[in-house]
């Protein structure tokens, strides 16, 4: 018997998926096979499956607090933000195509029988499922052919659980007034509410709770503090980067552009947590810090918009700049194209069929192709001898006379460039500093010392993420809200 329970959000942002995660270990230590699912998400930080495909990051995370492989099934649509109003869409791990948000909205239904299959493939194999809604249920101009919120609960006939954040202030309106404006079948499935992220004295909101349960008629699941090692965990959210930001520290400077499209930025997270690495998160309207050691330009969702926003910014003088100083440049994915010559989309498909001319930091050319490398590998940093994994996801194929000098070796086989000067480096592999050797040695290259050991870290933020939700939530509670599907 397969029991599913649901955690929507008042909002976006207000902490559900580092709750899932939370409560998918605590299930898994009480001897429970747990599942992470979430229909429909919206980010361009994402994670390759075994079965070579991709969903969101933070299903990926929540598949290891369960202690299993991320799989297609757990997060079915995946939504991969190209422009102000289009995305890629992603059905089970593959592109289904590109969609403008309105075309979308008119077509979203059509994508619910893909995501009752994974749904029930996944009740298959285990005792709960833990599902993760997208934004909030309160947005009524999006309930019509929903799969993301109340739409799928209804279809897969889950019970809910509604989680508010009261960092962001009016708690008390959030939860009772998304119960004011959903209706009456909707409302039925919510059997409980959470407050998260409150920062002191608890009992101080204690007639808060109260007054919430008195108007809702939901039993409260728990106040819950805000969680200070929430930094050690992967970053679903774009906007939490600047916070995860080592500003104002010391030790070796590492500036990274924030581009529009920014994409599979957990890249930074090994590095954000090394003692020894100021990381600073360079906003548009800032320059480039003059004492950086190393620029490093992450993946992009859309190259050649990106590569226009880092022009606009002035960054690609001061890039230059910091280059002529002698400083060192690293592009993984798009940063890596936009560090060449030229970038050649025939077919369109980021945006209208363009070349554009790259950097120029490296003597390579790409041309875009409907082909997306899907894959985890296993790799070799030649100049250190330092063992390494990652993953590709990208669209492109890069080549030129810097790939004769390539950085990485992965399953054999050449991978990456560097210019003749050694110091601009470029390559498609994501992850790959979560290799505690290989970024021990790149870091050793700008006079860091570093002993940390960055997936322990995380192993560890996970169990004491389970412990703060055991402590603050009533999981009891939670597990017998759990409904039959």
């Not at 192709?369 to 890069?398: D, M, N, R, V």
């Not at 050797?437 to 389970?466: K, P």
Request: proline share 5%; with cysteine; glycine share 12%.
């Amino acid at each position: 018997m397969t029991k599913a329970i649901m955690i929507q959000g008042t909002g976006s942002n207000v902490g559900k998926s580092m709750i899932v995660a939370g409560l998918i270990r605590a299930c898994s230590r009480r001897g429970l096979r747990v599942r992470p699912f979430k229909p429909q998400n919206m980010s361009n930080n994402a994670a390759v499956t075994e079965d070579g495909g991709e969903i969101g990051r933070a299903q990926a995370l929540q598949a290891r607090a369960a202690g299993v492989a991320p799989h297609t099934d757990m997060n079915p649509v995946l939504l991969k933000p190209q422009s102000a109003t289009g995305a890629q869409v992603v059905v089970q791990g593959r592109i289904a195509g590109q969609q403008e948000a309105r075309e979308f909205g008119r077509n979203k239904a059509s994508l619910m029988p893909a995501v009752l299959q994974s749904f029930h493939r996944l009740a298959e194999n285990c005792d709960l499922i833990v599902i993760e809604g997208a934004g909030s249920p309160a947005e009524t101009n999006l309930r019509a052919g929903d799969i993301a919120n109340m739409g799928f609960a209804r279809a897969a006939g889950v019970s809910v659980v509604l989680m508010g954040d009261i960092d962001r202030g009016g708690v008390i309106a959030q939860v009772v007034g998304t119960q004011a404006v959903l209706d009456q079948e909707d409302n039925a499935l919510i059997r409980g509410f959470a407050v998260n992220k409150f920062r002191g004295d608890r009992s101080l909101f204690d007639g808060g709770r109260d007054d919430i349960a008195a108007r809702t008629g939901w039993p409260s699941l728990g106040v819950i503090p805000w969680f200070d090692a929430a930094h050690r965990l992967p970053a679903e959210d774009v906007m939490d980067l600047p916070a995860r930001a080592r500003s104002g520290g010391s030790g070796c400077v590492i500036a990274v552009p924030r581009l529009p499209r920014i994409a599979n930025f957990d890249d930074l997270d090994p590095l954000a947590a090394e003692p020894g690495v100021d990381l600073r998160m360079i906003m548009p309207g800032s320059p480039l810090p003059a004492d950086a050691d190393l620029v490093l330009m992450v993946g992009s969702k859309s190259t050649i918009s990106d590569l226009e926003a880092f022009r606009a910014e002035g960054w690609d003088i001061d890039l230059a700049a910091h280059i002529r100083r002698g400083g060192h440049v690293l592009g993984l994915c798009g940063g890596y194209q936009m560090l060449g010559k030229t970038i050649t989309d025939p077919q369109g498909i980021e945006g209208p069929a363009a070349q554009v001319a790259g950097l120029g930091h490296l003597d390579v050319e790409t041309t875009m192709a409907p082909l997306k490398h899907l894959s985890e590998k296993s790799g070799q940093h030649p100049a250190s001898g330092t063992a390494l994994t990652g993953y590709e996801i990208h669209i492109g194929e890069t080549t030129g006379p810097d790939c004769a000098r390539a950085w990485l070796r992965f399953d054999g086989t050449p991978e990456g460039a560097t210019s003749p000067s050694g110091r601009v480096h470029g390559c498609y592999m994501h992850g790959i500093f979560s290799s505690d050797a290989f970024r021990r040695a790149y870091l050793g290259g700008f006079g860091v010392t570093s002993s940390l050991d960055f997936e322990s870290g995380v192993e560890d933020a996970l169990d004491a993420l389970a412990d703060h939700v055991e402590t603050y939530m009533d999981v009891d509670l939670f597990l017998s809200l759990a409904a039959e599907v």
